[in-house]
C-alpha cells in the first residue's frame, strides 16, 4: 500500500524558506509522477509542482516558479519541496501526490495517492 508523510511544514516570515519532505514507501516508484499541491482555506486545492521519478523532469505552476524547486532522492524515495522568497500567499496545507505514469499532470483528480498535508503559514 502506498503511504506519503509529508513534513517540514511551520512558521516563517515572509522572504524566509522552508524545505518539505515526502517519505513514499509501499512499492517502487520509478514509473510514478509525484507532485506538490496546495489548499489555503476557502480555496480550492491548487497544483504546486510535479517530477518524474524516473527521469527528473519537472513542471511548477507560474505562482511559484523561480521560488520553489521539487526534486527527489532515490535512495530515500523522498520527494522535496523547497520554498523560498516564501510570501503570505503562500499560506496553505501543502500535500504530497502520487500517480502512476511519467507525464506531469498539475490537475489533482490525476493523483491517485495523497498524503495528510502540512501547514505552511507565511506572516507578513
Known amino acids: 500500500q502506498v503511504q506519503l508523510v509529508e513534513s517540514g511544514g511551520g512558521l516563517v516570515q515572509a522572504g524566509g524558506s522552508l524545505r518539505l519532505s515526502c517519505a513514499a514507501s509501499?512499492?517502487?516508484?520509478?514509473?510514478?509522477?509525484m507532485g506538490w499541491f496546495r489548499q489555503a482555506p476557502g480555496k480550492e486545492r491548487e497544483f504546486v509542482a510535479a517530477i518524474s521519478w524516473s527521469s527528473g523532469s519537472t513542471t511548477y505552476a507560474d505562482s511559484v516558479k523561480g521560488r520553489f524547486t521539487i526534486s527527489r532522492d532515490n535512495g530515500k524515495n523522498t520527494v522535496y519541496l523547497q520554498m523560498n522568497s516564501l510570501k503570505p500567499e503562500d499560506t496553505a496545507v501543502y500535500y504530497c501526490?502520487?500517480?502512476?505514469?511519467?507525464?506531469?499532470?498539475?490537475?489533482?483528480?490525476?493523483?491517485?495517492?495523497w498524503g495528510q498535508g502540512t501547514q505552511v503559514t507565511v506572516s507578513s
Open positions: 509501499g512499492r517502487t516508484f520509478s514509473g510514478y509522477t
Open positions: 501526490a502520487a500517480r502512476l505514469g511519467g507525464v506531469l499532470r498539475s490537475t489533482y483528480t490525476s493523483y491517485d495517492y
